[in-house]
Each structure stands twice: as C-alpha cells, then as structure tokens.
C-alpha cells in the first residue's frame, strides 16, 4: 500500500463511510481479525449486512489523499451497533474503530475518535461503549484517551472458532464513555 505523507495530521480527512468504502474496510477490518486480538467475527459481512446493522451517524472513515488527483486512499474506520432495539436504549451504541496497520500510531485513530464523539452526540447518542481483548493495548490506551472508563471484565466470555486464539477462551474489557452534552 502506497504510503501517503502524514507528517501533519490535516492531511487526514474523516467523513461519513459510503458503500464505496466498505471494499476498503472490510479490508482493514479482515487485516484486525487476521491479529486474533480485535474482534469474534470469522469474517467481514457484505455492505448490505453492514449497513443494515449499523448506526450511521456512528460509521465514518478516515481517508488521505492519494493517485491519481482526487482520490482518496482509506486508512481507518469506525462504526456503531445499537445495542438494544428497545427505545429506551436507542442512545446507547458499541463502537469499533481500525486503522489500515500501514497507517498504525500516526494520529489516525484519534482523528477518528474526535470525530466520532461529535457526530455520535449530535445524533443524540449518550453512551459510547466497546468490549476489548485486554491483549490489544492500542485500543484499551486510545479508549482511555478518550474518557472511556472500564466498567468490568467478562471473563472467559466466549471460545475463539478461528484464527490464533483457536479453541481458546477469550476475556472481554468493557468500557464505556458517557457523553457530557447528550442526557
């Protein structure tokens, strides 16, 4: 993947995921599940799937400009599964968030995060909450960063079907960020 120059963080642009970009973050998605440590998903689901079970206020990318001119390349993405259907849980969303490995530790993720917050909160959505592999230390410290709190561990929640962790018991971090202007 060709590396654009990211030596300032404008460079870096966040704007809502389209179906033209699921190709991109299936991609990266399937490049955090190949670590064994981001998520229980075997696989990335199609677009349909995708956006049928997401927040969209909540699924954005993170892209940079690339070749030929007015391309853009996409480094990162987020997005968000309501966690209930009932109503009275409508403002409560698990998050995910995954940066192209090419493009790790450059500010990418926090770009994402800022933006993320905002566009979740403008959509009235009080509580950010994610579970984490208490192995990947990237995404428990950008969570952290982020005013996520750990609420608890799920220990042993459920047996990896795939990949490194294979027939292995997985604990689950639970954080949440509660929004200070929704609620």
């Given at each position: 993947m060709p590396s654009p120059d990211l030596a300032n963080e404008a460079a870096i642009r966040v704007r809502p995921m389209t179906e033209a970009d699921w190709p991109a973050c299936a991609s990266i998605y399937q490049a955090g599940i190949d670590t064994g440590n981001a998520t229980f998903d075997p696989e990335p689901s199609d677009w349909a799937t995708f956006?049928?079970?997401?927040?969209?206020?909540?699924?954005?990318?993170?892209?940079?400009?690339?070749?030929?001119?007015?391309?853009?390349?996409?480094?990162?993405?987020?997005?968000?599964?309501?966690?209930?259907?009932?109503?009275?849980?409508?403002?409560?969303?698990?998050?995910?968030?995954?940066?192209?490995?090419?493009?790790?530790?450059?500010?990418?993720?926090?770009i994402l995060m800022d933006t993320l917050i905002t566009s979740s909160e403008a959509d009235g959505i009080w509580t950010l909450q994610a579970g984490i592999f208490p192995e990947n230390e990237a995404s428990l410290a950008i969570h952290e960063m982020y005013g996520f709190r750990t609420v608890g561990v799920r220990e042993r929640y459920a047996l990896m079907k795939f990949g490194p962790h294979e027939g292995k018991w997985r604990d689950v971090v639970l954080m949440e960020r509660r929004s200070s202007k929704v609620g």
């Open positions: 956006s049928d079970r997401t927040v969209a206020s909540c699924n954005l990318v993170a892209v940079v400009a690339d070749e030929p001119p007015d391309s853009e390349l996409v480094v990162g993405c987020t997005w968000g599964l309501p966690v209930s259907q009932r109503e009275i849980l409508s403002g409560v969303v698990e998050q995910s968030i995954y940066i192209h490995p090419d493009f790790a530790r450059r500010g990418i993720g926090r």
